[in-house]
């Protein structure tokens, strides 16, 4: 089994540009999270795709935010208009419905905005 | 209130001795679930044990042992023979079972340092 891959997995933009990252979970996960950790702090939940569906989203996730996941196969996030508030690692993981449903994460995305 | 809270900010260990990550949680769920991710300094969240709520016997995964206690509502990781390759931030998260979106709520984090 491959883990979680992750691209890119550096971003360094200037402010107001537009960013996106891609994440391709475990092949037989059906369910796709994105967090975002900031320097010293835990992750923080972003968005829950089940299969293709979007069934949840947090409330730090601006209209800037948006994410896909077409296919249910691989997931995309974008941030328009980036701000240096955005300056932070994008993690995304995987689990596959069913007891324990653990979470497996990618190396991330580190994006720096100037 | 937090609803994970790790107390130790950074943690030293001799090599080969055990060390003991706290984790306390709060929820009103009665069906959650507990899990300890470790962080290298490369990024990575990589899991290392899960508890589930009603699961009577604590947890183990070779060198990591969960030490769950649950009417204190802690779930200690403890990790036995110490490497240089542990290492890392480690995280306590948690699920709670009344939560559309299945996230995951971690703690702060422990800096664990293991000494030669």
């Keep these: ?114 | 209130a937090q609803k994970i809270t790790q107390t130790q900010p950074g943690m030293f260990v001799q090599e080969k001795e055990a060390v003991t990550l706290d984790c306390t949680y709060d929820t009103s769920d009665q069906s959650y679930g507990l899990f300890w991710y470790k962080q290298p300094s490369s990024g990575e969240m990589i899991f290392l044990i899960y508890q589930g709520s009603y699961d009577e016997q604590n947890a183990t995964e070779g060198r990591y042992s969960l030490n769950f206690q649950k009417a204190r509502k802690s779930a200690n990781l403890v990790i036995s023979a110490s490497q240089l390759g542990d290492s890392a931030m480690y995280f306590c998260a948690m699920r709670e079972a009344d939560n559309a979106g299945n996230m995951l709520t971690f703690g702060g984090g422990t800096r664990l340092m293991v000494k030669p």
């Design chain 1, 1 to 114: 089994d491959t883990g979680v891959s992750q691209n890119p997995r550096h971003k360094i933009t200037k402010r107001g540009q537009n960013v996106t990252f891609r994440c391709d979970p475990i092949s037989e996960h059906n369910r796709l999270y994105w967090y975002r950790q900031t320097l010293g702090q835990g992750p923080e939940f972003l968005t829950y795709f089940q299969n293709e569906a979007q069934l949840e989203k947090s409330r730090l996730l601006s209209d800037r935010f948006s994410a896909e996941r077409p296919k249910g196969s691989f997931s995309t996030l974008e941030i328009q208009r980036t701000e240096q508030g955005d300056s932070a690692m994008y993690l995304c993981a995987s689990s596959k419905e069913g007891y324990p449903d653990t979470q497996y994460f990618g190396p991330g995305t580190r994006l720096t905005v100037l």
